[in-house]
């Protein structure tokens, strides 16, 4: 990725570049650090950081907030916040369509400003197949803790790994191993694929619905 030299204060601009420039990369993360002296930005690209911008305080202000703003995220700075939010990048191709990105956004405060993490997740691109995310002992491990009557399952994995497609895969599983009709509830960010049959919660700081307390709603409710 080339470095980005802003020729100007418009934060507009500068946030469009360092978005654009992610994703044609084939970036996952964007980090918008400021520091005493200034504020630099960098990308993971392949698992490693690079710096693609220097930016003034002031201008990583301005960006931080239109992040935090398209993100509907609280504005003051005072508080650890997530958010996201979704955007439209014309192809490359002229036989594709535009692609339809997520954006997650977690906001931390520091002595000087405020520090960004912006997280990609395509919501346009196919979910893999379960056997394109799993190997055959893998998924059979994972068969056999679906079929549970309770308990926890951990899914990690960098970005991009098949995480939230794994989840939907055993979501969509869980009726036939469990035998029946089943309640179902998830909590997410964004809704990244079609799962039916399952109570879906969006969560939203601007309207107060956390993890926390739609976790609490759904066990009052008697959701599984």
């Known amino acids: 990725m080339q470095h980005i030299d802003p020729p100007n204060s418009d934060p507009q601009k500068i946030l469009d570049q360092l978005i654009e420039g992610m994703i044609r990369s084939g970036a996952t993360h964007l980090h918008i650090e400021p520091y005493e002296a200034g504020c630099r930005a960098r990308v993971r690209l392949n698992g490693a950081l690079e710096t693609v911008a220097s930016l003034s305080q002031s201008v990583a202000s301005q960006v931080a907030h239109r992040v935090k703003a398209m993100a509907q995220m609280d504005l003051t700075g005072r508080v650890p916040e997530d958010g996201y939010f979704v955007a439209h990048f014309a192809s490359d191709q002229a036989d594709r369509p535009p692609a ?104 939203s700081s601007q309207h107060g619905i956390t993890f926390g307390s739609a976790m609490k709603r759904l066990a009052e409710q008697g959701a599984k």
Request: hydrophobic content about 45%.
């Open 100 to 203: 339809s990105v997520a954006f997650f956004v977690s906001a931390t405060p520091l002595v000087h400003g405020e520090k960004l993490g912006i997280f990609r997740a395509p919501l346009n691109e196919s979910e893999p197949a379960i056997d394109d995310i799993l190997h055959d002992h893998q998924l059979a491990a994972y068969v056999q803790a679906l079929s549970r009557g309770q308990g926890l399952i951990l899914v990690a994995g960098p970005t991009g790994s098949g995480k939230a497609a794994l989840l939907y895969h055993g979501m969509r599983m869980l009726p036939r191993l469990r035998g029946g009709d089943i309640p179902m509830a998830t909590v997410e960010w964004v809704m990244r694929g079609r799962l039916e049959g399952a109570t879906r919660i969006v969560v």
